[in-house]
Structure formats: structure tokens, C-alpha cells
């Protein structure tokens, strides 16, 4: 299983990125994915997660409003579109994958992950 996220970048505050991440070596429609984040000096967080059929999405407060997780499973890809970045956004991004069909926020919960994309804002 491979999942290859892509998208990151340096970007200003108020700018928007758009990460994408392709999974291979699994059949995608049969697992929930989700996006966690790694800011400098802290642990992984819970950013997004997306049903394996995309019928629910879930996010974190602080990105409420501002980011948005899809996904396309005829391209066994997720993505997350993110808004209004501001510099506490900046972290690695990690894309993850969990067998089944529900979203769940912990790290623990999840069965595979990419290898992660760097997210700078500059304020």
C-alpha cells in the first residue's frame, strides 16, 4: 500500500493550497481517509476525514470553514483544499487511510500512511 500525498508549498497568510493524495495497492472506495497534520515541535493532530463513500466529513475546529476534504474514488484520490491559511497552519501534512467505512479522529485508528507534504504560511 502506497498512499503519496503532493500539493505542499510556501504560501502567504490568507493564500490556499490544494493537497491531493494518490493511493495504490488498495481498494480505496473501502476505506476512510483522512488528513492529519504535524506543526513544528508538536504531535500529529487531526485535521479532516471523509466516509469511504463520502456521504460524511469531519474537521477540526480550527479548520472549520476554511478547509475542505473530498475525495474522487474513480482516481483512488483524497484531497484537501485549504482557505484563509494563516501561519499556525503551517506543519507536515499526512494523508491516511482506515479499513471501513467510518471517520475516526485518533492517529492510532488509522491502518496507513503517506510519507507527508510541508505546508509553510508566512505572515
Known amino acids: 500500500v502506497q498512499l503519496q500525498a503532493s500539493g505542499g508549498g510556501l504560501v502567504q497568510a490568507g493564500g490556499s493550497l490544494r493537497l491531493s493524495c494518490a493511493a495504490s495497492g488498495l481498494t480505496f472506495s473501502n476505506y476512510a481517509m483522512a488528513w492529519f497534520r504535524q506543526p513544528p515541535g508538536k504531535e500529529r493532530q487531526f485535521v479532516a476525514s471523509?466516509?469511504?463513500?463520502?456521504?460524511?466529513?469531519y474537521y477540526t475546529d480550527s479548520v472549520k470553514g476554511r478547509f475542505t476534504i473530498s475525495r474522487d474514488n474513480a482516481k483512488d484520490t483524497v484531497y484537501l483544499q485549504m482557505n484563509t491559511l494563516n501561519p499556525e497552519d503551517t506543519a507536515v501534512y499526512y494523508c491516511?487511510?482506515?479499513?471501513?467505512?467510518?471517520?475516526?479522529?485518533?492517529?492510532?485508528?488509522?491502518?496507513?500512511w503517506g510519507q507527508g507534504t510541508q505546508v509553510t504560511v508566512s505572515s
Open positions: 491516511a487511510a482506515r479499513t471501513g467505512e467510518y471517520c475516526y479522529t485518533g492517529v492510532t485508528s488509522y491502518d496507513y
Open positions: 471523509i466516509h469511504r463513500n463520502a456521504i460524511n466529513t
